[in-house]
């Protein structure tokens, strides 16, 4: 709705008094403008009143900056935990490779020692894994990958890379069951390397060490002596590590001495073997093996038995009376 010409601006009015004012006004913005231009006194102006004015901008955009930090603070937090949870993950990861390759390291640490073993003493052997453990009430064994199918025979030793480990019970097609050196069934002819007495090393009832029960009182035995196969009988070939002596001591009985010894191979850690093939065949026929009763019932598992009778009063020779339990096996 348009004004009435008495409402109107007097500035706008139609009479010459309106003209000659708006004519002073656009004069006087046109000097203040030169003088502005020339001397700079209204920046001066300007700034002072920028000083007043600026706080009341910045309480003005408090909200909205505080807005903008709280989500640049939790977009910043939501980031470093995923991060976080990525470097843990990687973390893990890298530990359990590093693990895997301490092991595979280590296994491969055992493969040379046993191929070394191999090479230095020109064997013909073959290797394989032990793939199940035995360790029940009197009867340490262990189960081979490697049966009839690959050539294993009853009665073959089984050396790991530091020594005896015992000898082949029992062979199936694909598989082999070794009779640990510990086990109290089984004995082996040895010989101690420095004075070089001959006797024969048995199992014990808690398959962690080797009994030698049958040495004379007047022989030169001693603690850290180490035990080496004989080679009497022909089934373990002579100069193997069997053992180290840890202790000496008269018998009850008051005529031999008796002593304990530690196995020189890994009974109880060793992941791969030597299955030794081109042995002599043992001296005699073989010694049964009972696979029940207590061990006070189980003859001793050795091939050369004959040779290194247990008691030095016993008869030099053995023949039994019944058939092989199982026939072939050699102990």
């Known amino acids: 709705m348009a004004r009435a010409r008495d409402e109107s601006s007097p500035l706008f009015a139609g009479n010459a008094a309106g003209t000659l004012r708006l004519i002073f006004y656009l004069a006087l913005a046109m000097v203040l403008m030169v003088l502005d231009h020339r001397s700079g006194w209204l920046w001066r102006l300007?700034?002072?009143?920028?000083?007043?004015?600026?706080?009341?901008?910045?309480?003005?955009?408090?909200?909205?900056?505080?807005?903008r930090t709280l989500s640049v603070?939790?977009?910043?937090?939501?980031?470093l935990t995923e991060q976080n949870q990525r470097l843990r993950e990687d973390l893990l990861l890298a530990n359990a490779k590093l693990n895997r390759m301490a092991a595979v390291a280590e296994q491969n640490q055992r493969l040379k020692e046993l191929l070394d073993t191999q090479h230095s003493l020109e064997l013909n052997v073959q290797l394989a894994r032990v793939i199940g453990v035995d360790?029940?009430?009197?009867?340490?064994?262990?189960t081979l990958n490697m049966g009839a199918r690959d050539g294993v025979k009853p009665g073959?030793?089984?050396?790991?890379?530091?020594?005896?480990?015992?000898?082949?019970?029992?062979?199936?097609p694909t598989t082999s069951v070794v009779?640990?050196?510990?086990?109290?069934?089984?004995?082996?002819?040895?010989?101690?390397?420095?004075?070089?007495?001959?006797?024969?090393?048995?199992?014990?009832?808690?398959?962690?060490?080797?009994?030698?029960p049958n040495i004379p009182l007047a022989a030169d035995v001693r603690v850290g002596?180490?035990?080496?196969?004989?080679?009497?009988?022909?089934?373990?070939?002579?100069?193997?590590p069997v053992g180290e002596i840890r202790s000496v001591a008269p018998a009850s009985t008051g005529m031999f001495m008796v002593a304990q010894a530690q196995p020189a191979a890994?009974?109880?850690?060793?992941?791969?073997?030597?299955?030794?093939?081109?042995?002599?065949?043992?001296?005699?026929p073989p010694t049964p093996v009972k696979s029940m009763g207590p061990p006070s019932d189980l003859a001793p598992v050795m091939g050369d038995a004959q040779a290194a009778p247990a008691h030095p009063s016993s008869a030099p020779s053995i023949k039994p009376s019944t058939p092989p339990a199982t026939p072939g096996v050699q102990p």
Request: overall charge negative; glycine content about 12%; charged content about 25%.
């Open 266 to 284: 890994d009974i109880d850690r060793s992941e791969d073997v030597l299955l030794l093939h081109d042995q002599a065949e043992p001296d005699g």
């Open 46 to 67: 300007r700034y002072g009143a920028a000083v007043v004015v600026e706080p009341v901008y910045r309480l003005a955009g408090l909200p909205a900056v505080g807005v």
């Open 179 to 212: 009779m640990l050196v510990t086990d109290p069934a089984h004995a082996i002819p040895v010989e101690i390397e420095r004075s070089g007495l001959r006797t024969v090393a048995y199992g014990s009832r808690d398959g962690n060490q080797l009994t030698l």
């Open 225 to 240: 002596d180490h035990l080496l196969t004989s080679g009497l009988g022909g089934r373990f070939p002579p100069g193997f």
């Open 73 to 79: 603070a939790f977009a910043d937090r939501e980031r």
């Open 135 to 142: 360790m029940g009430a009197y009867r340490y064994q262990v």
């Open 156 to 172: 073959q030793p089984v050396i790991d890379a530091h020594g005896v480990m015992g000898q082949v019970k029992e062979v199936l």
